[in-house]
């Protein structure tokens, strides 16, 4: 017999299909990538092609070369124009797209990814999430700010340099709504943050737990959607990802880029997408919501089930993901690692 | 300025992102389909091998040869077997995956899509949808029942041979549960089917129209996930799928068969999900939902952005898309359809 779980944080259930249970390695990515140079005249990205972006809105520099750049996207979902004043037509609600789209780009180097950078440049990515997100929320019209990170085709990126984007919207969509509206009343009810307790359960049995620092857990959720679902929480209980102190980036950073690399050396490589949720703007500083990132390897499609019914089939035990994620071998000097992976 | 629009049933947002705005014909399918055999001797889904099934719970026969067979799925997400119990500790829930997962063998003929065959053959299918849908329900550990086609790679398919699937959970996922109570809250506060209403406001303008006969209407939603994402509702209000009359079987057969031949034609065989949407077991027979069809053409990868989200960023207005299939050329004789095509 099967088994259904349910995530409590979103409310997601997953069937875990054990007649066709796979095991952990038999996830390893399979497609050969195409080595990359460390460098390509061509992309828009790369140093010395700076013109081909628009105008910098963040910079990170060291010895003059920056390390860390972020720019309007060029083909932007949202800009900074227009209002938040919504128009209906019976049914029919619409609104202007007014908002911010950008990009982040990690490293001048073109052939890194997030799994192959130094810890050190990893804060150095952090910082820039974390200075845009704030200058953004500053303006009135902005009620979210999304950060995310696409690799690879089936996580839908379609320039090879390796970068983030960050995402500020007008609206706080339901889809995030309802993650605040169900912190909330655990909050209500029991009196404690749900993430923190969920830390706590995660912490006591260590079962799913793949890596720990002073400032960071990283596990793979009771109910994952999909094999190697990681979850990265802070131990400290903050509602906005924008008020991380300049400590908790450093611990951000080693936590991220370890598991990062687990996933990279565990499963040669793996298409992947994360994000960065935390509470919209009214509710930067609340006791019912903690700031978190999610990682979701594409190891798998979601088909029409998943798109009807909103429960994720999945052929992994959670359990069996983080011993396995546990296990990969780091070098031991983490520094060295970009030199060796790439 | 791109455009965020709000879909009234789902509640989700999409931004139509004008920068990177597309021609309906870009998003026609480029990848050359592999010319299949209408035979396959080792296909465990063409005639001949019906042994490599589990035995089927429905078939239809013509002259001793099934048309439409119905079987579990081998690797069976859900089975029969087990509780309704929930199982808690601390945090986690979990229960038994009971409930059934059935395969809908469409054709006996290997090469055949729900775009290629003739609507008296996608009749037979919709029988099936209904007769199966209907059991299943009987089971009183039974809350909702899934129907769903996979179409293609990127739509999570991994068996050519043309079949849908059928999925009935012991849970109503909160996914559903969230649509039941926008339409209900509609309801109470309006008095009338959100559904109803909406295709009131469709048939106002025809905009986004795509087809329409007496029993069934096919438009392209005012806030499209993805392009030529497509909605297909009877005119006649009912909550259940499953209350289906014979009558309207026939129009839903002609309306479904056209779209998928229009979709089929217009881009060159696109990957697509569709699912139906239908009232949980506790709602069969309500005012305020109306069940429907959902046709989502998988042409864009969902990324960080959606999954960090859920607002949908999509490159192409619906009405452009609508009116872009409205002019597919179909064959004259429709029944010749399958014979063109295959």
């Known amino acids: 017999v099967s088994e259904l779980r349910q995530n409590a944080a979103t409310r997601d259930w997953v ?36 013109e081909k972006t628009p105008p910098e809105t963040y910079a990170s520099r ?3 070369q920056w390390q860390v750049r972020v720019m309007p996207n060029k083909f932007a979902a949202f800009a900074l124009r227009g209002s938040r004043e919504r128009n209906t037509q019976g049914l029919l609600l619409s609104m ?5 789209h950008e990009v982040i780009v990690e490293s001048p180097q073109h ?8 810890f050190s440049q990893v804060r150095l990515v952090l910082e820039a999430y974390r200075s845009r997100f704030r200058a953004l929320l500053e303006d009135h019209r902005i009620e979210l700010v999304t950060i995310f990170r696409n690799h690879g085709e089936h996580a839908g990126t379609s320039l090879i340099h390796p970068h983030s984007q960050l995402i500020a919207t007008p ?20 009196g404690e943050c749900l993430y923190c ?47 991380t102190s300049d400590e908790e980036i450093h611990g951000m950073a ?12 565990g499963l040669d490589d793996p298409d992947y997408n994360y994000m960065i949720h935390t509470a919209p703007y009214a509710e930067l500083d609340v006791r019912h919501y903690h700031w ?24 992994a035990y959670p359990e069996q993901s983080a011993q396995y994620l546990r296990q990969v071998e780091l070098p031991e000097n983490l520094e060295a690692l970009a030199e060796r992976a790439s």
Chains 1, 2 share one sequence.
């Open 15 to 50: 069937v875990i299909a054990t007649e066709r249970a796979e095991r952990p390695d038999q996830f390893r990515n399979e497609r050969r990538r195409r080595r990359l140079p460390p460098y390509d005249p061509n992309c828009p990205f790369c140093p010395g092609n700076e």
């Open 171 to 190: 609206i706080v969509p339901p889809f995030v709504r309802e993650r605040m509206d169900t912190a909330r009343h655990y909050y209500d009810q029991w």
């Open 96 to 100: 202007d797209g007014v908002g911010a």
């Open 292 to 315: 978190h990132v999610q990682v979701l390897p594409r190891l798998t499609t979601p088909a029409g089930f998943e798109l009807g019914s909103g429960i994720y089939i999945t052929t």
């Open 254 to 265: 080693d936590g991220l880029g370890e598991a990062m690399a687990r996933l990279h050396i």
């Open 197 to 243: 307790d969920m830390l706590k359960q995660e912490l006591a049995t260590r079962e799913r737990v793949i890596l720990e620092n002073e400032h960071f857990v990283c596990f793979a959720p009771h109910a994952s959607r999909q094999p190697f679902e990681m979850w990265l929480l802070p131990r400290h209980h903050r509602s906005s990802f924008g008020d």
């Open 62 to 64: 060291l010895d003059g």
């Open 111 to 118: 052939d890194k990814t997030i799994g192959t950078l130094p």
